[in-house]
């Protein structure tokens, strides 16, 4: 027989549960605590699944932030090289040639004469580069950009979905705890009723046996 912490599991594990554009599950709303917690014996069971998924939530959450930071340093250079690759397409041919300064490793750069040119090498990564001309490198630099500024979106996205999903759980965790410390305090207010009625009995079966009584 599953439990409520198992149905909890479920229904983000489900297929079929509602999730994001990029796939990322929607946390169960705990609306009626009863839904999820049938006894105070199952709390425990369920609050540690709540905090379970919570973990993964801020997994993810710090996972998407370390994209975003990378992708916000990454566009400021696809921008530059793409304006770059902008400036020597208007260059005609028989230009002087522009004077700049180009790097060499992240202290050193070196200054060089730049003549008209149909050209460019673009780093593709891994230590790779490759030969474009003006008109293939800016496409490929167009594109790069676009989906540089989109992918920066959908973690933006992502990072705002996942902090309402944590505290949705949150809240969760407080409701199902509040429930608990509620169903304790009926039991105690329960216990003592039924104390305060056998003594009630007590000290009334007391008096209806001292009326009886001739010497009473």
């Known amino acids: 027989m599953s439990t409520p912490a198992t149905k909890v599991t479920a229904k983000v594990q489900n297929k079929d549960a509602p999730t994001n554009p990029r796939g990322i599950p929607q946390a169960p709303f705990v609306d009626k605590v009863e839904d999820y917690v049938a ?11 709540f905090q379970e998924m919570i973990s993964k939530y801020q997994f993810m959450e710090v996972n998407t932030q370390r994209r975003a930071v990378g992708l916000k340093e990454k566009i ?6 793409l304006d770059t690759v902008r400036y020597l397409k208007t260059r005609k041919p028989g230009s002087d040639p522009i004077e700049t300064t180009f790097e060499l490793n992240d202290t050193l750069y070196a200054k060089a004469h730049v003549p008209p040119t149909e050209e460019v090498y673009l780093w593709l990564g891994a230590n790779v580069m490759l030969s474009y001309s003006l008109p ?28 309402e999903q944590i505290t949705t759980l949150e809240v969760a965790t407080a409701r199902v705890y509040n429930w608990d410390v509620t169903q304790r305090r009926k039991e105690r207010g329960d ?23 001739p010497n009473g």
């Open 39 to 49: 006894s105070r014996e199952q709390v425990e069971g369920t609050l540690k699944s």
């Open 76 to 81: 400021p250079d696809i921008q530059k090289t």
């Open 136 to 163: 293939e490198a800016q496409t490929l630099l167009e594109s790069k950009l676009s989906v540089a500024k989109q992918n920066l979106s959908n973690c933006e996205e992502d990072l705002d979905f996942l902090r």
């Open 191 to 213: 216990g003592a009723e039924e104390n305060d009625n056998e003594d009630g009995e007590e000290i009334k079966a007391r008096k209806a046996k001292a009326k009886a009584s």
